[in-house]
């Protein structure tokens, strides 16, 4: 497996994950010469693949390796889940687009994988009968932090989530809870896919 580039990431647990999982798998065929190339890539249905460097950011700024539970909104091709499988203890992931929600279920149990619970759903709602979560991974840019995950966020526990309309600069945002209180911290500019919603919560 070629080496990824993955700047200052410095969290020895989240590096081993990166090493552990072959971004190959989750990368279109047509697009296998790069890989792992430091940049995002299509996988079709107007969807992306994140770019490695963005991928290790999010997972070591929740501490994906002390968490129990995760929850991933937008399971998209699949790569992130599969670096929080690697350190979590079990991660439940939502992914809105049936195809690719099943094409991502199929790649990561042929890849051996048995902490991922999937759904194809609205991840606004989150996952409420399995909250809470110690981390929350939401993998699309939304305007506003969906109030039901910060219901399902545990005490202690992180998201990371990027917040921006599409087509305007994002960032990606740190949310923590303490003591029931929740502090915001803006980290890095980005560009993600929008949230994507069903018609009828659109209404």
Request: charged residues 25%; glycine residues 6%.
């Amino acid at each position: 497996m070629k080496e990824l580039f993955l700047r200052e990431i410095n969290d020895q647990n989240t590096l081993k994950a990166m090493k552990a999982v072959d971004r190959k798998h989750f990368v279109p065929e047509k697009l296998q010469a790069i890989a792992y190339s430091d940049s995002a890539l299509p996988i079709g249905q107007g969807q992306s693949i994140s770019q490695p460097y963005i991928v290790a950011y999010m997972t070591s700024t929740v501490k994906a390796g002390d968490c129990r539970k995760v929850l991933e909104i937008g399971t998209g091709s699949g790569y992130q889940t599969a670096i929080l499988a690697e350190l979590a203890r079990e991660v439940f992931t939502i992914e809105i687009i049936h195809n690719l929600g099943i094409k991502a279920k199929s790649t990561l149990e042929r890849l051996g994988y048995k902490n991922i619970h999937f759904k194809i759903a609205d991840g606004y709602k989150g996952w409420k009968e399995m909250a809470p979560f110690d981390a929350i991974v939401v993998t699309a840019a939304i305007q506003d932090t969906p109030p039901d995950l910060l219901d399902q966020l545990a005490e202690n526990g992180r998201m990371i989530i990027p917040l921006g309309a599409a087509g305007n600069t994002q960032y990606l945002v740190l949310i923590e809870k303490k003591t029931g209180r929740f502090s915001y911290k803006r980290k890095l500019a980005v560009r993600f896919v929008p949230f994507t919603r069903t018609e009828s919560e659109d209404k």
